[in-house]
């Protein structure tokens, strides 16, 4: 019976699913390539970093609750791309600064809306989105879209074998983890999530703590932002296309509750990194591009469902 339970538990706990994947498709990669090769893993890990900053920062969102999501993630990080690649002409610093400021602005405009006019996330990040887009076409051909050589150089730089920004990204994820799960705001943002009215009537700032999940999500679309301009050889205007989609199924596959209120960050990075070796495997399969958005979406979907009947299962 004890043994049971505990069955039950492990497989309750949203890191397993994303482990469970991350394996599956490391056998098919090796399977498929004919060899064992510890690149495919330094590599994912590399890859996988811009999934990741976005994963967690849209699991931060929709913790806040209320069904809030971020759909202009992807319209922020190419903002923020244009802005680093043109201030990053005169100082690296600067232009990551630039490029994270970006960010917690467009964090901040989508918080605004969201909370003081009482409209909807999902809506508002939907119709924010496109007023980024517009920016970026303006400035798309009055910017540099050309980043510093000098970060550039650093993004494929490594320390003991493991990409500088992969540790970066390692650092930041540590430091959220804190900030989530042993900080008071980390308390505040679990029990705003589960039920506002009720986090309201505990003393909890509502409002200031919706505003703030914004204002980190946003930032880290804009470090994001620098850091894959640098890494792609400059900014374009569907930079952050590419890292939307598998930046959502990292922060779901990871555990967070679409209702809000509940989150695991170890979850969603694991997330990430199997969404970028599901891509790994599709490739070394040599399968049709047109193919490999159906198949992902069927391995999400797979996941998910496992995923969230085991967690039934367990409560």
């Known amino acids: 019976m004890a043994t049971n339970k505990k069955i039950k538990s492990i497989l309750g706990s949203p890191v397993v699913w994303p482990v469970v994947g991350c394996i599956i498709l490391m056998v098919l990669t090796y399977a ?20 990741m900053l976005l994963g967690m920062a849209q699991m931060i969102v929709v913790t806040s609750g209320n069904g809030a999501i971020d759909i202009s993630q992807k319209y922020i990080l190419t903002l923020a791309a244009y802005v680093s690649c043109e201030v990053m002409q005169t100082n690296i610093f600067a232009g990551i600064l630039a490029a994270v400021l970006v960010g917690v602005l467009c964090g901040l405009i989508n918080a605004c809306v969201n909370v003081f006019l009482n409209i909807h996330a999902m809506i508002t990040t939907m119709a924010t989105g496109y007023m980024y887009y517009t920016i970026i076409l303006l400035v798309s051909n009055k910017f540099s879209n050309s980043p510093n050589s000098a970060f550039v150089k650093w993004t494929n730089s490594s320390f003991l074998g493991i990409n500088a920004m992969t540790l970066t990204v390692i650092v930041i994820a540590v430091i959220l983890y804190f900030v989530l799960y042993k900080s008071k705001y980390g308390l505040n943002l679990h029990a705003v999530g589960q039920k506002r009215e009720a986090a309201r009537l505990a003393g909890i700032n509502v409002k200031k703590t919706v505003i703030i999940a914004f204002l980190i999500n946003g930032a880290l679309c804009g470090l994001a932002g620098a850091m894959n301009a640098a890494y792609c050889g400059g900014a374009n205007q569907d930079l952050g296309t590419t ?44 399968i049709p591009a047109s193919w490999q958005r159906l198949i992902q979406g069927i391995f999400i979907v797979l996941l998910l469902a496992v995923a969230t009947k085991s967690a039934k299962t367990k409560s």
Do not use: E, Q
Not at 254 to 277: D, E, R, W, Y
């Open 32 to 51: 498929v390539s004919g060899s064992f090769n510890a690149r495919i893993l330094t590599a994912g890990l590399k890859l996988c970093v811009f999934a």
């Open 243 to 286: 890292y939307f989609i598998p930046s959502i199924a990292a922060c779901f596959v990871g555990g967070t509750n679409a209702a809000g209120g509940k989150s695991n960050i170890i979850a969603v990075c694991v997330g990430a990194f199997m969404m970028t070796l599901m891509s790994t495997f599709l490739n070394a399969a040599k």
